[in-house]
C-alpha cells in the first residue's frame, strides 16, 4: 500500500508550512486527487489516521477533490475527458493523448490555527 508513502509526504510538507509560517494546529488539509492516479481515496483516509497520530495534523479533517482524467491529442488538437490513462482520443481514435489531468496528488489547501 503505497498510500502511507504518499501520506508521510504529505505531512512532511505540512511540517515545512509550519517551520515557514508558524502556525500551531491544521484544522483541514484538502488534497486534489487524479482519477487516473493509484491512489484510492479510501485508502488515503485511511492511512492520514494513523500517520497524522502525534503530529500537528493530528486531529485534522481530510478532504479530497477528484480531479478527472483529461488528455490533449496530438493529431486533432482537442481536449478531451479521459475514463483511462491510455484510452485513444474519442474523436479521430488516435492512440497517443496526452494526458494533461488526473495523475496528480496535490496539498491544495489547509486551515490552519
Given at each position: 500500500m503505497h498510500e502511507i508513502s504518499l501520506m508521510e509526504s504529505v505531512i512532511a510538507l505540512i511540517e515545512d508550512q509550519r517551520r515557514v509560517q508558524d502556525f500551531s494546529r491544521v484544522r483541514t488539509i484538502r488534497l486534489q486527487v487524479g482519477?487516473?492516479?493509484h491512489a484510492e481515496p479510501a485508502a488515503l483516509h485511511f492511512c492520514f489516521s494513523a500517520v497524522a497520530h502525534g503530529t500537528i495534523a493530528e486531529g485534522a479533517t481530510l478532504?479530497?477533490?477528484m480531479v478527472p482524467g483529461q488528455g490533449r491529442?496530438?493529431?486533432?488538437g482537442e481536449l478531451v475527458a479521459l475514463d483511462d490513462r491510455f484510452a485513444p482520443c474519442p474523436g479521430c481514435a488516435n492512440p497517443h493523448v496526452r494526458m494533461t489531468a488526473g495523475d496528480e496528488?496535490?496539498?491544495?489547501e489547509l486551515e490552519v490555527e
Open positions: 482519477a487516473l492516479g478532504e479530497i477533490d491529442c496530438p493529431a486533432c496528488l496535490r496539498l491544495a
